[in-house]
């Protein structure tokens, strides 16, 4: 798996809680043209050299001897664009009051160097679907705008994007029929259940439709097993993605208690499922829930 190393051109506030740090310095880095397509940051600690790994399509990372490893956080590119003949992108960074993230787009300056990996996307709907549900919290907020630029004047966009600050509310510019709403909820532990709420409190279309939901974990969970088990959906119709997961910290810890049993019970429903990825996400679903995830 190809790395690259970006340079940081430049860093603004885009709300309350959202910062566009701009990277260039790219001769070839490539897009999926997904408008969700997210990147793996690879970000030095303070006072070290940029270190590029190797990693293999088995995702095995190796090192040169003596290299200070890098800090990886996954970020949407808001934009992909060419400037007199290189590359540049945008990544929109929801922000907290510290972590690895936060702290690296708070100080970062021009000239700064990250590593980055090929980029990744996940909404598939079709191009011509008539109607669409997108749903996000802050985390999401990035991913969706650039969903919304990218449709056509006959297309219909229901929104939903649940805060905890009104603050954070951005433009949202689309040539489609889009209708908005912004929610304020008063803690980050309500953002949860009032982010499944927003689907399965709806009446849906019976065809000719696509949901997306991105935000936190618990609640993309939530909404796959309503749309594809209580509903039926074929996994064509929506995509839901957990991009932070409310106490992260229990989780993680559980998780690496189990990882063993999931990583091989993921790898024999792979090999039994194939391509079908609507399969596949429902029994890593059974799987996560046998474990208490």
């Known amino acids: 798996m190809k790395t690259y190393t970006a340079t940081v051109l430049g860093s603004r506030q885009l709300s309350a809680h959202l910062a566009t740090v701009t990277l260039g310095g ?12 997210y990147v793996r940051v690879l970000i030095p600690p303070v006072g070290s050299a940029l270190a590029l790994p190797q990693i293999d399509e088995a995702w095995n990372i190796s090192y040169a001897e003596g290299a200070v490893e890098p ?18 992108i945008d990544l929109d960074i929801a922000l907290h009051d510290q972590g690895v993230g936060s702290d690296w787009v708070r100080r970062c300056r021009p ?34 705008a650039r969903i919304l630029r990218g449709l056509s004047p ?21 040539p489609a029929d889009v209708d908005v709403t912004w929610q304020v909820v008063a803690k980050e532990t309500d953002i949860c259940e009032t982010l499944a709420e927003a689907v399965t409190s709806r009446d849906l279309p019976d065809a000719d439709r696509y949901v997306w939901l991105a935000g936190e974990a618990r609640a993309s969970r939530a909404v796959r ?16 993605c957990g991009y932070w997961q409310i106490e992260a910290e229990k989780w993680n810890a559980r998780y690496e208690e189990v990882a063993e049993v999931v990583q091989k019970k993921s790898a024999e ?14 029994a890593l679903d059974d799987i996560y829930e046998s474990v208490g995830l």
């Not at 800090?71 to 540049?88: A, K, L, N």
């Not at 097993?225 to 119709?237: G, S, V």
């Not at 429903?269 to 596949?280: K, S």
Request: proline content about 6%; aromatic content about 8%; hydrophobic content about 40%.
């Open 26 to 37: 790219l001769d070839d880095y490539p897009t999926t043209g997904i408008p969700d397509e």
């Open 71 to 88: 800090d990886f956080r996954v970020y949407t590119i808001s934009d992909h664009r060419v400037v007199d003949g290189r590359v540049q």
């Open 111 to 144: 000239g700064d160097e990250v590593g980055l990996i090929e980029p990744h996307g996940l909404y598939a709907a079709p191009s011509d679907v008539a109607w669409q549900l997108l749903v996000a919290d802050i985390t999401g907020l990035p991913a969706l």
């Open 154 to 174: 006959q297309q219909k966009a229901v929104v939903h994007v649940v805060l905890t600050d009104a603050g954070d509310e951005i433009a949202l510019p689309s």
């Open 225 to 240: 097993r309503h749309l594809r088990r209580e509903l039926k959906w074929p996994q064509a119709d929506f995509y839901t």
């Open 269 to 282: 429903v792979q090999r039994e499922v194939g391509d079908d990825q609507g399969a596949y996400l429902d």
